[in-house]
Structures are given as C-alpha cells and as structure tokens.
C-alpha cells in the first residue's frame, strides 16, 4: 500500500534535501557556535511549520465546517500562540499520523503538534515539550457487558484503538484491533467485532460517548500531549517549552481549552510546570506495563513477519478462490446470457472497477455493518474477491473470445446442447488461455492485499508498518518486508511465464 | 432421407435462399454444386440447425425443423444432429483433446454411452481410417488429411443415418483426394445419406449419384449427376 511508503523521498524531494544540505553548509560558518541552527533557521525562514493528521478531525486539527480550506482546532490556536511568540507565523503540514514521526524525522516540518501522547518509546526518537494537556486513557465498553469492569478484567478479550498510540502501548500483549481512524474502533465495538475500547478521553467523548450503546468502565492512566521536536533541534526545543510556558501562565492556555471546551480539574498543573515536573513526565509516562524499547530488529519480528506473510498468502488465496469461479460465471453471463441478465453482469464489471477497492472494503465492513456484521478476515476475502472477480471476467472473456468459433460449432453440430457444448469444448480451452493471466492477477492481488489492513487484518505491511514503529526505522522492516513478498510472488511470476509458453501453441 | 421445402434464408435484408426445395436418399451421395456465393454451405448448415432459416422446413425422418430458435425447434435440431454427421471444411478437431477422446465425447455425453464401448468403437473406427497409431496424438500434431479423417471418425462414432461435407477436397493433394472418394463410396455402401458441398467438378464427376446446382440461392438445376453435368456442359 502506497500511503505506508509515504515517507521515501522521491528524486525531486531528494534533490531538495540535497540542495538544503548544501545551503546548510554555507550557514554553518555563522552559527557554529550557537550549537544548533535550528531556531535561526526557523526565524530566517519566518515560519514554524507543524504536522498533523486532519483526519484526527475534531477538536485537534480540522476543517472549518463554515469555511471549507481552513483548519481549526485547539491546535491551531496553540500553533498561532507558539508562533507569535518566536515571532514568526505558523504553517500546517498534513501527514498520515502514523507516518507524523519518520517525517519529522526526515524533516517535512519542524514540529508534531496532534495529540502526540508521550511514551517511553518515542523518547527514543524525538523531543517532547512541555505538555499543553493532560488527559486520561478512557476504557469504554457497551452497555450490556458485565465481565469487562476494568482493565484488569480485560483478559484476552478483543480491545480496539488507534496504531501507535500510548493506549497501543499499554494494552502490548494484549488482544488488539488497530485502527488508523477514530471513529472505526467505537462502531466496530456496537457491532460486536470487540468488546472494549480504550483511547484518549477527548476521543472517548466524541466519538465514543455519543453512541448509546456504549459506556465508560474506567479511566485507566493518565497521559499528557506535547509538542514532539528533532533531538538535534534543542534552541528551537528550548523557545518552544518557553513559549508554552509563556501561554500557560498567562491563561491563554485556559483559553484556547476552554474555547474547545477542553477544560478540566487536571489542566490547573499545566500553569506551574517545573523542570521537576517534566522529568517525572518523561520518566514516568504512563506506561503500564513499561513497553520494550525495541530497538533491534529481532528473530521475534521475523517471525511476526512470517506470520504476515502467512496471513497475506491466506487472504489471497481464499481471495481468488471467490474470483475465480464468481469471475467465470460473470464472463458466461455476459457471453451467453439473454440481454438483462448480460447487462447486469456488465455492470457488476463495470461498477467493481471503476471504483477503489479500498472502498469497497470500507463500505462492506463498515458500511454494511448495520445490516450484516462480517469478520474481518470474511470481509477482507469477501471484498477482495468480488473486486477480483470482475478482473478475472475479463481475463475468462478473453479466454473465450480466443476459442475458435468452430470449436462451439463443431460441439453443437454433434448433439450437445449448447451448456454442455460450453462445459466441455470451451470452458476448458478457454480456461487454457485464462491461466497465464490468472496466474499474474494472483501476483497482483498478493500485493493488494495490504489493502486489508484497514479491517484490523495484520498481514504483512500491516505488521511492516508496526515494526517500523518499534525498531524506529523503515529501511530494514521495508527491505524484509519487500523481500517476502517477492519470494511469495516470484516463482508465481515464473510458472505464469512456463504456462504461458506451454499453452501458447494449444487451441490452434 | 433428408427432405427441404420451400427453404427461404434471408441475411441483412438479401435473399441467400430462395424456395430450396430437394430431397436427399439414402445409400446415394448427393453433391451441391455452385459457385461461390451461390449460398452451398449456408444450405448444408441449415440441414442441421447451424444456420436458421425465416421459412419453409428441413424434415429429417419423422423431424421436422422450422429454422427458428423456438423450444420445439431447439428439441428438432437436437434430435437432427443426432442422426446427422457434420464434416467442416477446417474439420474443427476439439483442440484440447486427444484423436480419441475427440472421438469418444458425444458417444460418452451425448448418447450415455458407457466408456468401455466408446472405446472399443472408436478403435475400430480409427482402425478402419488407417488412424490406429494416432489415437494418443493432439490435433495440432495431425497433418490435414489425417485430421479431416478424424472429424469423419468423430461424427460416425454417433452412427449417423446421414453426413454433411463442407468442401471435403479443397485441402487435399490428389492421392488424398482419392482416398476421401473411397471413403464416401464405403459409406454410401453403408446405406447412409450423404451430401457433398463441392465446388470441385471433377471430384463431383467421380463421386456423386446425384447433384443440384445452386446459382444465386435458387436450384437451377437437379437430378441424376450424369444429367446435371451434361446440362452444366451445355
């Protein structure tokens, strides 16, 4: 899936940075001795840019309802706050929020500012401010259940929440469904796919107290957002925390939570804020258990890998058991069929086609919820193969188009009747034509199937993508990631060339 | 016996057939004559139900057939193309499978016939084409002369009253041109009906009992050959 590679430069961006390093080297007589550019730079520039996912949506980073284009959001009063004060103005970049650390890392902006929860593990790769809220990780369940009373009682049941989130953190080792959007966790909780969901209170009241079907067990740790910086970007770091302590005890803080009716007993500590406070912060966040801080890629994630790989391999190959046949009746129908029944089974090709297949998995898990509730793994095969199907009914139209006429006429001619002239003289030839194709949209449909990640399925960019996280790095989990699937889809490549070579005489 | 009544075929609006009406006898081979154009194997086709026709009738025993595609007309065609044997021009062999599984398929799927029989009868029929050492071998690994001889075998394994050849010498070199005339002669012994599309004179001179001539979708002409011939010349 693309949007996991969103982070690889291309050659114009690598230019860039090129280009920027260069520039870099000219500045560095100038400031050497103030140790680090990084404020200079960003006051040169007259600018603070910061990232954030608007898809967040309300009350972080989000568009104005009354006028489309512009963010608001909390953030947004506090990223205007930040840059009045370092006497610049502020600038919003959009990324994926799981992809907001590797590019700040890679320097697509100054700053994450979006509801970033300060965990041990991120300490690791960045720098936190000060806080500018403090919250609670909200354990919410649905109305009628009686075994969950807290976390302890969890067990292994199925808890949803947000990837790389500190509720991610916290429920490590537990039995998690991971979700890139808010909104997916609490109605998937309605519909019975898990029993409990635990995420950051201002998420919790949003999306999940609204829901009538649902209600709070418990408030389980504390948490606290901060503003996440480069380690080498310490002067910037520095005019940051002042910053924010400037916005703290002159109220404007109270402010901008009250205008987002944010405000709580729990923000009163953010005023006073000592360097004591913050090292108790950043040695204690509310981690428990405390996660791994897994830095080394180990035989462990190989062998999480060989599961995704495994998972993959499972859901396309069910996958195409359902394209197949359902792809072959489609291609019949539009041969054979009277006119409607011919026109439907057009469309069908038609509308699967025409449409993003990561759609039709969100409208058939999501959206069909209401009506039918499908595991996540049937949804995944499901909503594969239909899109499939509509591959393979113009692969098996070729394959019939490319039996000769005579070859129906000659059947027919010998008393048959016309469905067993085409189950025994065309759909077999046919079928020869079909498979060198079949065989290369199987290749595709391996790689499509990272798609699936949305419906909770880990399968192996899924599990890609987490490691990364882990290990902070996407060079090695990528490269391994990548080579999995090219010895998954390789000699699939290579028996489709054999066939094709085989059958290529067969029919003539 | 094959008999055709005022057949009449019209394609895009222009009279292909018009008022055919002939009869075709057992034991005697009959030849349709023409030039090209003349609507020859459009009238072969018709006989079995390949091509439908807008009036008139084919009635083949006690089967008659209407030249549309209604369900009593499906059911005639049906039982037509039991009894009567098509031989293409370009023979159409089942390209996936081998000479004798192209042989044993309507047998085994068509008249339920157990496989050990198909079997046997398609060996003795391969046996008496001169085909016994290719019953292992792929369509595609069969010269011209040998594939038309299996696409006779495929349609005799249904023991049929009567067979149809389109053009059955416009690929063949002349020593085989004389084997598919001992052929013909054996099955006409047989006391099968067979009828000939040929545009090929001399073959028709050696082979057939009796000819009709077809210019322009109408008969000009028909009756014993040696009359037909003599009128031609004429």
Request: glycine fraction near 8%.
């Amino acid at each position: 899936m693309t949007r996991y590679f969103s982070s690889v430069a291309t050659p114009r961006a690598r230019f860039g940075v090129l280009l920027s390093f260069v520039l870099l080297l000219c500045a560095v007589p100038s400031v050497a001795w103030a140790g680090d550019d990084s404020l200079v730079r960003v006051r040169k520039a007259g600018v603070l840019t910061w990232g954030g996912d608007i898809q967040g949506g309300e009350p972080y980073v989000y568009d104005d309802p009354a006028a489309p284009g512009r963010l608001i959001g909390f953030e947004v009063d506090l990223a205007e706050a930040i840059a009045k004060r370092l006497g610049v103005r502020q600038e919003f970049k959009q990324s994926d929020w799981s992809q907001l650390v590797p590019a700040l890392a890679r320097g697509s902006f100054d700053m994450i500012m979006n509801g970033l929860e300060v965990t041990v593990a991120r300490q690791g790769v960045l720098r936190f401010s000060r806080p500018y809220y403090v919250f609670a990780e909200r354990l919410m369940v649905r109305t009628d259940e009686t075994r969950i009373t807290s976390f302890a009682t969890l067990g292994d049941r199925r808890v949803g929440t947000l990837s790389n989130s500190l509720a991610a953190e916290i429920l490590r080792g537990k039995n998690v469904a991971l979700y890139e959007g808010v909104e997916e966790p609490y109605a998937d909780l309605v519909f019975h796919r898990t029993d409990a969901v635990l995420l950051d209170d201002i998420i919790a009241a949003r999306y999940g107290a609204p829901k009538k079907e649902l209600k709070v067990v418990a408030d389980v740790a504390e948490g606290f957002y901060a503003a996440g910086l480069r380690k080498d970007d310490a002067a910037l770091a520095d005019a940051v925390d002042n910053a924010l302590g400037n916005i703290a005890s002159s109220g404007e803080l109270d402010q901008i939570l009250s205008k987002a009716r944010l405000m709580s007993p729990r923000e009163s500590r953010l005023v006073a804020w000592s360097e004591s406070d913050q090292r108790a912060m950043l040695g204690s966040a509310p981690t428990s258990p405390e996660p791994p801080a897994a830095t080394q890629l180990s035989t462990g994630h190989v062998i999480l890998f060989l599961k995704g790989a495994g998972m993959t391999l499972l859901v396309s190959i069910l996958a195409i058991s359902l394209a197949i046949p359902l792809g072959m009746a489609l291609a019949l129908a539009r041969a054979y069929l009277p006119r409607k029944y011919a026109a439907l089974a057009s469309l069908y090709v038609e509308v699967y086609r025409g449409t993003p297949v990561l759609l039709q998995l969100y409208l058939l898990y999501y959206g069909l919820a209401a009506v039918v509730r499908l595991d996540a793994l049937v949804a995944a095969v499901i909503g594969l193969g239909m899109n499939y199907a509509a591959y393979e009914a113009e692969t098996f139209r070729a394959g019939i188009q490319a039996v000769p006429e005579g070859q129906m006429e000659a059947a027919l001619s010998l008393g048959m009747t016309r469905s067993l002239a085409i189950r025994r003289v065309l759909l077999p030839q046919a079928l020869r034509h079909a498979i060198p194709n079949i065989t290369n949209d199987f290749i595709a449909l391996l790689k499509d199937s990272s798609l699936v990640s949305v419906l909770t399925v880990v399968e192996l960019t899924k599990r890609m993508s987490i490691t990364a996280v882990e290990v902070r790095s996407y060079a090695i989990p990528g490269a391994l990631c990548a080579l999995m699937y090219f010895v998954m889809s390789y000699p699939l490549s290579l028996l489709a060339r054999r066939l094709e070579k085989r059958l290529g005489g067969a029919g003539r | 016996m094959i008999g055709i009544k005022g057949l009449e075929k019209k394609m895009d609006g222009r009279l292909i057939l018009s008022q055919v009406t002939v009869t075709f006898e057992p034991g005697r081979i009959c030849a349709i004559c023409g030039p090209s154009g003349s609507g020859k194997t459009t009238l072969l086709r018709c006989i079995n139900g390949l091509t439908t026709f807008d009036s008139g009738s084919v009635v083949v025993g006690s089967v008659a057939y209407r030249g549309t595609t209604s369900g009593t007309d499906v059911a005639a065609v049906q039982q037509i193309r039991k009894s009567v044997g098509f031989v293409f021009q370009a023979y159409h062999l089942f390209a996936h499978q081998t000479v004798m599984e192209n042989i044993v398929e309507a047998p085994i799927y068509v008249a339920q016939m157990k496989d050990s029989e198909a079997k046997s009868r398609a060996s003795a029929l391969l046996e008496r084409l001169g085909l016994a050492q290719r019953a292992g071998a792929y369509p595609r690994e069969l010269s011209g002369g040998e594939q038309q001889r299996v696409a006779i075998a495929r349609a005799l394994a249904m023991n049929p009253e009567a067979l149809l050849f389109d053009e059955p010498t416009s690929a063949l070199d002349p020593s085989r041109r004389v084997e598919i005339a001992r052929i013909l002669s054996d099955l006409r012994k047989e006391g099968r009906t067979i009828v000939v599309v040929s545009h090929d004179m001399d073959f028709v001179g050696e082979i057939a009992d009796d000819i009709v001539l077809l210019t322009h979708g109408r008969v000009m002409s028909q009756g014993k050959a040696q009359d037909v011939l003599a009128l031609v010349r004429s």
